[in-house]
């Protein structure tokens, strides 16, 4: 069987659309799953297959349930497409809970074999056949880089978990500068204690998403089952669910639907949004990239607002992908709406008004980068957390360096990387100037204690620099935990509040305004005949 799916995913890197199927879902596998050749070929095709099976399953109930109504045939296609994305973000999520479970478990058998050999390699050796089978693919990986400096290669730009990446800055450094001050325990104590307070995060932050998404689903499937059930009632009804504005009614539950999938995916925080690859693909087109030039050239909109906001925060996103996603959401719209006035047979004058709502529909990646904006805070924060937590292991090493703590700050950030890299560029020149710079840039955080720290070590040394920091640990844990805990409650408000209550308003609109309607105006007629 394995055999069978080696082959087919072969075939399908052989061609280029085959390339563009598979080509997100190897790279997720790749991450989460450091196979080799033939374990990462088989695993993919059975993802891919795996989730395409449930969105056809889903796809074809909805449209069984619709009796197969050409009406209801997009609603099916787009709830399709959100079981296909869903099924992908929790696989992704499952992967990613399952090595940071296996984590925990062997940080505990670590910490074990540790005391018995009081050596870091011994015990990281030791510990290895304990940790659970897809933990192992990446012990494997870390191991390699034990007796080195750095990471791994791959987990430079493909890292499943940071925490993998603090884990392996304090088995590196307690194997390159030894333990004498009795460091590595307690660091992998805070270590362990972080990872549980996430775990606990992300199965609220799941039941959360899961309970929507099948509300959602729930009552898209269920909507041709009352509607038929409503006209049976009131055979006026008919009029208006065949007619225009019940189909502009379910064009509003497809929108909020789409909306819906796109948070859905940008809230559990998964870096790599769906549709970059796509875009850079589409920027990387001649005609396509000449336009852009010529649009920058004559507008000077490197310069702009937007571009600064993207370039200061968001260093992972493209201002262009930004303007070519305004430029699809108003092609997109425009088409859609051209569709439907020849479908209807309507006046293509229609189009005069439709043009400007289309200009206003793209500015929707406005309103993505203000939910951007909403959790940048919280997730810079957490960054830093992250940070703290690593920075304050790998100073309780005798012997560490400002530069080498700050390399491994670089490889281990998004947020903090571009300012942390300039910094490491400008030490060998004069490094209190470089770090001043560094604080000056994130003076508003609490980055800042860290940044503090490394200038004070310059006189007084890393460990006594950092004394402060260590004695707060507990009360750093603590407050990162209250700050997860006010991330998911904002999360559940914006989905609530945003996605949620207004898709069920506009299903209850669908099937009760209609209803009570005609019902009045039969109940009115009947008082007149009467009188």
């Known amino acids: ?27 997720e596998v790749g991450r989460y799953l450091p196979f080799d050749d033939f374990g990462l070929g088989v695993n993919t095709v059975k993802l891919l297959f795996g989730n395409v099976f449930k969105a056809l399953l889903i796809f074809m109930v909805t449209y069984a349930v619709a009796l197969f109504d050409k009406k209801y045939l997009i609603v099916a296609l787009v709830l399709g497409i959100a079981t296909y994305k869903d099924s992908f973000i929790k696989w992704k999520r499952k992967q990613e809970k399952t090595l940071l479970r296996q984590l925990s478990l062997y940080l505990n058998e670590l910490r074990r074999e540790f005391y018995r050999f009081n050596d870091v390699e011994e015990a990281f050796l030791s510990a290895f056949s304990a940790a659970g089978e897809e933990l192992k693919l990446h012990l494997g990986l870390i ?55 996430d775990l606990l995060k992300w199965d609220r932050e799941d039941f959360i998403f899961s309970a929507v998404f099948f509300a959602i689903g729930f009552s898209l499937i269920s909507m041709p089952v009352m509607e038929r059930w409503a006209m049976s009632q009131v055979s006026d009804l008919s009029t208006f669910y065949n007619g225009f504005r019940g189909s502009m009614t379910r064009v509003v539950c497809i929108v909020i639907t789409t909306l819906f999938i796109l948070a859905f995916e940008k809230m559990q925080e998964i870096r790599k949004d769906g549709i970059e690859p796509l875009l850079s693909g589409i920027i990387e087109i001649p005609l396509v990239n000449k336009w852009l030039k010529w649009l920058f050239e004559k507008r000077n909109m490197e310069n702009g607002r937007i571009a600064k906001i993207l370039d200061e925060n968001f260093p992972e996103k493209s201002y262009q992908q930004f303007i070519l996603m305004r430029c699809v959401y108003f092609l997109g719209s425009l088409i859609i709406a051209l569709c439907l006035i020849i479908y209807w047979r309507l006046s293509l004058l229609l189009l005069l008004p439709v043009m400007p709502l289309s ?17 940048y805070e919280a997730e810079l924060e957490e960054e830093i957390g992250q940070v703290r937590l690593m920075t304050i292991s790998l100073a309780g090493v005798i012997g560490m360096t400002v530069e080498e703590i700050l390399l491994w700050t670089e490889n ?6 571009e300012s942390v890299a300039s910094c490491i560029d400008r030490l060998d020149v004069d490094e209190n100037t470089a770090l001043d710079i560094l604080r000056e840039r994130w003076k508003t955080t609490s980055f800042i204690n860290v940044i503090d720290d490394l200038i004070a070590s310059d006189k007084i040394g890393i460990k006594e620099a950092f004394k402060d920091l260590l004695s707060r640990r507990d009360y750093y844990t603590a407050k990162r935990r209250q700050e997860q805990e006010l991330v998911v409650r904002k999360k559940e408000a914006i989905i609530s509040t945003f996605l949620y209550l207004p898709f069920m308003v506009t299903v209850g609109v669908y099937m009760v305004i209609p209803f009570l309607v005609i019902s009045i105006r039969n109940l009115l007629d009947v008082t007149v005949n009467l009188s």
């Open 1 to 27: 069987m394995e055999k069978w799916l080696f082959s087919i995913y072969k075939t399908l890197c052989l061609t280029g659309i085959g390339r563009v199927v598979i080509g997100k879902t190897e790279y």
């Open 143 to 197: 191991e390699d880089a034990l007796d080195g400096d750095g990471i791994p290669e791959r987990y430079r730009a493909a890292v499943p978990n940071r925490f993998l990446f603090i884990f392996i800055a304090i088995c590196q450094c307690g194997i390159k500068y030894g333990d004498s001050d009795n460091t590595f325990v307690s660091n992998i104590d805070e270590l362990q204690k972080n990872i549980d307070s």
């Open 359 to 375: 200009f206003v529909i793209s500015h929707i990646p406005y309103i993505s980068l203000v939910v951007d904006g909403i959790f």
């Open 412 to 417: 281990f950030t998004l947020f903090l990387r």
